[in-house]
């Protein structure tokens, strides 16, 4: 979840103050020189990202599946964290873990950062674990400490905070919900649009020939048992390269889902803009923000008319902020 990266924009904000307490932090009884050691995740829909810091210097990087249990079972995640976390330490299994931040979706109540918290725990004994909204990776890994963080992958959220520490969030309800301009979305649209032109009669065209070739299906109406089988968010959002690939070559209704996507994910952002009063910078990241030129495009455009000019498509994986929101 094509790369293109977009550049950052030059000079180094201020350093923020390490995540607060309420984001999650328990402390820990770990000699002093574990502390140095530092865990990074960013759990996702699709996947976790893990990074390994000692004394700020990144010493290892690992993936394995999602531990995000809004998409995937207690024990899927716990198996994920358990492989991630092998990984990480292979270089140095008896190494000990002074500090982790993660960094999820679906952390929306400190029950839900003491469950994350738990799972973690096992595989950092000791450590302090502090539990932050994916979103707030997302910022940091854009080199700063107010504005709004977007992310538009799997599923889709916005999330900003002020210098004085206010916060506000629109989206990220999940896909039954919201999720509006996602991955997930784009292809969801596909497989409606597909099916819709069945029932009136219509051959497929080069959309929908893509979206049925891609699920190894004859009929559109094929499409409607696998999408309501065990497929899952990830599997789907994976369908959406199709939408994209039809818009660059000049698909109309493949364009206006993109444009819809657009729409939506703006609305995100100044929903939030609205309740802090801050219009940027806003940091903009997760598989299609990142990766498809064609959303970018989309999204400066809808954002500049907004007044919103100071707009950063990450190039580097949010994991990597949070070597910023531990650095002092």
């Keep these: 979840m094509p790369n293109i990266p977009s550049p950052q924009p030059s000079g180094q904000p201020p350093r923020p103050p390490v995540p607060s307490a309420d984001a999650g932090a328990a402390p820990h009884d770990a000699p002093g020189?574990?502390?140095a050691l530092v865990v990074?995740?960013?759990?996702?829909g699709s996947k976790t990202h893990g990074v390994l810091w000692r004394d700020g210097a990144l010493v290892a990087e690992a993936r394995a599946g999602s531990a995000n249990v809004q998409n995937v079972t207690r024990e899927a995640a716990a198996r994920s964290l358990g492989d991630l976390f092998r990984d990480l330490l292979s270089a140095e299994p008896a190494a000990h873990v002074g500090r982790v931040v993660a960094g999820s979706g679906g952390v929306d109540t400190d029950a839900d950062a003491d469950r994350l918290r738990t799972l973690?725990?096992?595989h950092a004994p000791g450590a302090s674990i502090e539990?932050?909204?994916d979103t707030r990776l997302i910022l940091a890994a854009g080199g700063a400490r107010a504005g709004i963080g977007v992310i538009a992958g799997t599923g889709s959220v916005a999330w900003g905070v002020t210098e004085d520490g206010r916060q506000a969030r629109s989206g990220g309800w999940g896909y039954l919900l919201g999720d509006e301009g996602s991955g997930y979305w784009v292809a969801r649209e596909a497989v409606r649009r597909a099916l819709h032109r069945h029932d009136v009669g219509?051959?497929?065209d080069a959309l929908d020939a893509a979206v049925l070739a891609?699920?190894?299906?004859?009929?559109p109406t094929e499409l409607i048992g696998l999408f309501h089988s065990g497929a899952g968010r990830t599997y789907w959002a994976a369908q959406s390269r199709a939408v994209f690939d039809a818009a660059r070559d000049g698909n109309d209704d493949a364009a206006d889902i993109l444009d819809r996507?657009?729409?939506d994910?703006?609305?995100?952002?100044l929903d939030v803009a609205s309740v802090i009063g801050v219009p940027g910078p806003v940091v903009l990241g997760g598989g299609l923000a990142m990766h498809q030129p064609a959303l970018q495009e989309r999204l400066r455009k809808r954002l500049a008319a907004a007044d919103i000019t100071r707009v950063v498509f990450l190039d580097e994986d949010p994991v990597m902020g949070v070597r910023f929101l531990t650095e002092g």
Excluded: Q
């Excluded at 990074?40 to 996702?44: P, Q, W, Y």
């Design 33 to 35: 020189p574990a502390a």
């Design 214 to 219: 891609l699920n190894g299906v004859t009929t």
């Design 202 to 204: 219509l051959e497929p």
């Design 261 to 263: 996507a657009a729409t």
């Design 40 to 44: 990074g995740l960013d759990i996702g």
């Design 131 to 133: 539990v932050v909204h």
């Design 265 to 269: 994910l703006t609305r995100l952002v």
């Design 120 to 122: 973690i725990s096992p």
